[in-house]
T-cell receptor, first 115, second 111 residues
């Protein structure tokens, strides 16, 4: 049973380009969470999705960032017109149930570098 | 607001000794879960231990145990018989509808 798969592991983008980060949850998991980790900091919640629905996007920047979790396929975190400040590690986690989840399983993260 | 505070940015311990990492949190919820995650240099987030807030008994997992004080909103992690492989960042987290993380404690275990 594969764990949470994120790709790519490393992504380099020039300022102004778009970044697409993918997350395939564990088999049987329908809840996905995205977190951002800046260097030497903790993980900051961005968005919580269930299949085809955004449940909580209170941590998402108002502009340039979007997320989706379609009925088929991985969850996508999309960053348009990237800036240097978007450089960070982005983690995805999945769980079998939402709400007061007992445990979320994390992927290995995507390190985004904006040059 | 729901927050998690880890007041120790860095800790160090000698191999085979015991170390305690502190964590406090703030929530108005009564039903939630608490976690400690370990992040080694590989950046993988690894669940170390989990505590359910409605359980009074402190959770233990081999060399890892917690001291959960619900009234004080405190959730410390004790690592016994520290090993070199325990060197990592440790994050305290709790969840109501989503995981909220503290800023982490960098633990260095030296020989």
């Amino acid at each position: 049973n594969a764990g949470v798969m994120q790709n790519p592991r490393h992504l380099v983008r020039r300022r102004g380009q778009e970044a697409r980060l993918r997350c395939s949850p564990m088999k049987g998991h329908s809840h996905v969470y995205w977190y951002r980790q800046l260097p030497e900091e903790g993980l900051k919640f961005m968005v919580y999705l269930q299949k085809e629905n955004i449940i909580d996007e209170s941590g998402m920047p108002k502009e340039r960032f979007s997320a989706e979790f379609p009925k088929e396929g991985p969850s996508i975190l999309r960053i348009q017109q990237v800036v240097r400040g978007d450089s960070a590690a982005y983690f995805c986690a999945s769980s079998a149930s939402g709400g007061r989840t007992r445990e979320a399983f994390f992927g290995q993260g995507t390190r985004l570098t904006v040059v | 607001a729901q927050t998690v505070t880890q007041s120790q940015p860095e800790m160090s311990v000698q191999e085979a000794e015991t170390v305690t990492l502190s964590c406090t949190y703030d929530t108005s919820e009564n039903n939630y879960y608490l976690f400690w995650y370990k992040q080694p240099p590989s950046r993988q987030m690894i669940l170390v231990i989990r505590q359910e807030a409605y359980k009074q008994q402190n959770a233990t997992e081999n060399r890892f145990s917690v001291n959960f004080q619900k009234a004080a909103k405190s959730f410390s992690l004790k690592i016994s018989d520290s090993q070199l492989g325990d060197t990592a960042m440790y994050f305290c987290a709790f969840t109501t509808d989503k995981l909220i993380f503290g800023t982490g404690t960098r633990l260095q275990v030296f020989p």
